[in-house]
């Protein structure tokens, strides 16, 4: 079973430029989230959807947008990339709002 | 403000038994959650603890006192492959997880 599918694994990326990351899940799950994880500080939630057709902003949300055209895809944009978002990324995915998360196996952005 | 307070780092020894702590403040509060993380991997789900007391998991157990914002992962039996960074997050009112910054355990033989 495959889970969660991110893609990219790692990208660099020059300043002022535009990165889609690609998060997919085969568990029909409702939920899905995306995290950036940084050394010393502990997950911070940037968006998220409760069911395909609605996002609502996490605790970072400032400079990323996301969609959520159906319940598998939940791709995250950067769009005009800083260097402050040079981070790891995780994508994750809930059955409930009270489930377990389940984690893909993060995207490492470096922005230059 | 919300917030998660845990260890930065702890050293235990193989064979023996150790006890992550987490305390939480949270505006409302709907569970108590460990993850373990390897280096360089995903964070994986250990346990969910919503009521007072001790959830038990095979060589893992993990403890909650609402009353005190408190959370205990004890581990027995270490392994080498248990170390790790293990995350303590606290689900909010609104069912938003408050993450903590980890706990690294390293094991030595």
């Known amino acids: 079973t495959a889970g969660i599918t991110q893609a990219p694994t790692s990208q660099i990326l020059a300043a002022g430029r535009s990165m889609t990351l690609r998060c997919t899940q085969d568990m029909r799950h409702n939920a899905m989230y995306w995290y950036r994880q940084d050394l010393g500080l502990g997950l911070r939630l940037i968006h998220y959807?409760?069911?395909?057709?609605?996002?609502g902003k996490g605790e970072v949300p400032d400079g990323y947008s996301v969609s959520r055209a159906n319940t598998d895809d939940f791709p995250l944009t950067l769009a005009s990339a800083v260097p402050s978002q040079t981070s790891v990324y995780f994508c994750a995915s809930s059955e409930g709002q009270t489930g377990e998360l389940f984690f893909g196996e993060g995207s490492r952005l470096t922005v230059l | 403000g919300q917030n998660i307070d845990q260890p930065t780092e702890m050293t235990a020894t193989e064979g023996a038994i150790v006890q992550i702590n987490c305390t939480y403040q949270t505006s409302g509060f709907n569970g108590l959650f460990w993850y373990q993380q390897h280096a360089g991997e995903a964070p994986t789900f250990l346990s969910y603890n919503v009521l007072d007391g001790l959830e038990e998991k095979g060589r893992f157990s993990s403890f909650l006192s609402r009353s005190k914002g408190y959370s205990y992962l004890l581990l027995k039996e270490l392994q080498m492959k248990d170390s790790a960074s293990y995350l303590c997050?606290?689900?909010?009112?609104?069912?938003?997880?408050?993450w903590g910054a980890g706990t690294k355990l390293i094991i030595k033989p």
């Open positions: 997050a606290a689900m909010d009112s609104n069912y938003q997880l408050i």
């Open positions: 959807s409760n069911t395909a057709g609605t996002t």
